[in-house]
């Protein structure tokens, strides 16, 4: 008895595992391509959680573009991303000419990317899918900062 009783639990908690590693392990990582101009923002933060990499944030300036690679053992395959409010963050796809290794091989592909538009300030969140698996990105665009005013010079 207590050897089914144990071998039950075995199986439950490695049913549980092997669900939480499918859920978590197929997600794409992205990483950040380009840099702000000066004086502007252009970052791309990882939200990390017990599990590892939850979901990542963008924060950029409005008039900024923000180049991200997508990685998911090898470049990402069908890669689709669409912006819930285009008027705040447009998002297009990216030919990023730099090679790869695709998968476990020597194979090389061509990475696979999007740029990221900060249109005007606000908040929007874009939904990435691969073939594979999915990423939601939270974006927040700020203003420019506005010129400082010309000196008024005392005679």
């Known amino acids: ?12 908690a490695t049913s549980m595992l092997l669900a ?9 990582n992205l990483s950040a391509q380009s840099v702000a101009p000066p004086g502007r923002t ?13 979901s990542y944030r963008i ?7 923000l180049a991200v690679t997508c990685y998911q053992t090898g470049p ?9 409010n285009p008027a705040i ?12 290794r695709n998968g476990m091989g020597t194979n090389q592909a061509t990475s696979s990317g ?23 990105i939270a974006v927040t665009i700020i203003a420019p900062p506005q010129p400082t005013p010309a000196a008024t010079v005392a005679r």
């Open 20 to 28: 939480l590693a499918g859920s978590t392990g197929c997600a794409p």
């Open 89 to 100: 963050a447009e998002v297009r796809p990216a030919s990023i000419g730099t090679l790869e």
């Open 114 to 136: 999007i740029v990221i538009v900060g249109k005007a300030p606000g908040t929007a969140r874009l939904r990435l899918r691969t073939k594979d698996g999915k990423r939601d």
């Open 76 to 84: 990402c395959e069908e890669l689709s991303v669409i912006s819930d």
């Open 59 to 65: 924060e950029l300036s409005a008039g900024v573009a």
């Open 1 to 12: 008895m207590k050897r089914l009783i144990g071998a039950i639990y075995l199986l439950c």
């Open 42 to 54: 252009a970052r791309l933060d990882e939200v990390r959680g017990f599990w590892g990499i939850q």
